[in-house]
């Protein structure tokens, strides 16, 4: 039986985002202008490939080329794109993906890099600044929903310690962080404390619940403010994490074993596959991190071990999101903090390298079959069509809805925009 446990349970999620609660979207401007457009995706799902993924390995490969390693290239599913032989199954998806070879950011610390593509801003000062997930959260929150509107699922190394993820958003738009353990070769997945104990009835429950409500009214009321918002926040949010329909969500039992197979029995595999069950009950956003991409040494062996991982649960998610009419309503990201080196070094691996490196778009908002830029052939510059870290945010943000000029107050009354306004979408490959 599979089970989740947790790095972060309930309770600590609670305790974190208790720590205090601090126009028209682009859909509409458009309306008003008389323009149209494809509805766009109620949800996005962020593959985190922690560590930095080589993307001369993956979806940009040199061959013939000294830097170009041993990885053969395979057709895929739209004649004259070619990846690697070691993600074959995702090749099969070609035509509802869009690769961007021409990625050219400025930062090669992972702490830096990883910041700024997930925020789009680099550290200003006393500026909290929100990560992707949170301003999907802030834009599509269902309030009347009781899961959580941003879910990170394996989020090992993800966040850095003292910078909380949702930023000047305030807590109610921090992600439940969903960590995984292996037990005698199986996967555990599971958010703890969901339950009240054995000895307590349901009624009971019900009954403690309501008279903490009592006591605290008065108290809030009295002491009106952010800390004391997030507080009531963090509590009613974690009670109804303990419904039924909540709790049916993160159990993974009921999946059948031939669906398991499917995505594989690792734990990104498995997470995939909670990625799924989250987004068919309309959860806004959902990441599931794959790390072990910090390839300086090694680098080949690495990367097609971890491609075999990537291929399988990627690739059946793909196929359950488009079986189950998910696929149009799902941006697909994938992506990590940077790329890494053609040039192979003495360790046979490949270091940091932010200059030249690929990403992937597809799904609900994207036109998928699609190349965007190139780089040269030795893949150590972008030939054509550079994009920054604030183009694919503000691609991004074009592909679900947002108006990427938005403003939000920050948390030193200052207005900041959702990206970078020297921001330059992808219009291309938008839909």
């Not at 995706?41 to 940009?60: A, E, K």
């Not at 990104?268 to 009950?281: D, K, P, S, T």
Request: hydrophobic share 35%; net charge negative; glycine share 10%.
């Amino acid at each position: 039986m599979l089970g989740l446990q947790t790095t972060w349970t309930r309770r600590g999620w609670m305790t974190r985002t208790a720590a205090g609660m601090a126009g028209a979207s682009w859909l509409s401007r458009m309306a008003a202008a008389g323009e149209t457009a494809s509805r766009p995706p109620r949800s996005c799902l962020l593959l985190w490939m922690n560590g930095g993924p080589s993307q001369t390995d993956t979806f940009d490969l040199k061959p013939g080329h000294e830097h170009g390693g041993p990885f053969s290239p395979i057709e895929t599913s739209v004649p004259g794109i070619v990846i690697s032989e070691h993600l074959p199954r995702t090749a099969q998806w070609m035509h509802r993906l869009s690769v961007i070879r021409s990625m050219s950011t400025r930062e090669g610390d992972h702490g830096r890099a990883r910041d700024h593509l997930r925020t789009g801003y680099l550290p200003q000062g006393p500026i909290q600044f929100p990560v992707l997930g949170s301003l999907v959260s802030h834009e599509h929150a269902d309030r009347s929903s009781d899961l959580p509107n941003y879910v990170s699922i394996l989020p090992r190394g993800l966040f850095r310690a003292g910078m909380p993820p949702a930023g000047f958003l305030g807590p109610h738009h921090a992600p439940l962080m969903i960590g995984g353990s292996s037990e005698d070769g199986e996967t555990m997945l599971r958010v703890d404390n969901l339950a009240a104990p054995s000895s307590v009835s349901v009624g009971q429950s019900l009954a403690r619940l309501d008279l903490l409500r009592q006591m605290e009214r008065s108290f809030l009321d009295q002491h009106p403010g952010p800390a004391a918002d997030g507080h009531r926040s963090a509590y009613e949010r974690s009670t109804r994490l303990m419904s039924p329909s909540a709790t049916e969500a993160f159990d993974l039992s009921g999946e059948s074993a031939q669906c398991k197979e499917r995505y594989g029995t690792s734990q990104f595999g498995q997470g995939c596959l909670l990625a799924r069950r989250m987004l068919e009950r309309g959860v806004p956003f959902v990441e599931v991190t794959l790390g072990g991409w910090d390839t300086h040494y090694d680098n080949f062996n690495a990367v097609e071990r971890l491609s075999a991982t990537l291929d399988q649960a990627w690739s059946a998610l793909l196929q359950e999101l488009d079986e189950r009419g998910l696929l149009e309503t799902t941006l697909v990201v994938w992506m990590g903090e940077f790329g890494r080196t053609p040039v192979i070094n003495p360790q046979v691996g490949r270091d940091h390298y932010p200059k030249a490196w690929s990403a992937v778009l597809g799904g609900g908002g994207i036109r998928g079959g699609q190349i965007v830029g190139r780089t040269s052939d030795d893949g150590l510059s972008v030939e054509d069509r550079p994009v920054a870290t604030e183009d694919l945010l503000a691609t991004i943000c074009r592909a679900m809805g947002l108006d990427p000029m938005k403003q939000n107050i920050s948390n030193v009354a200052r207005p900041i925009r959702l990206v970078d306004p020297s921001a330059q979408p992808i219009t291309e490959i938008l839909t």
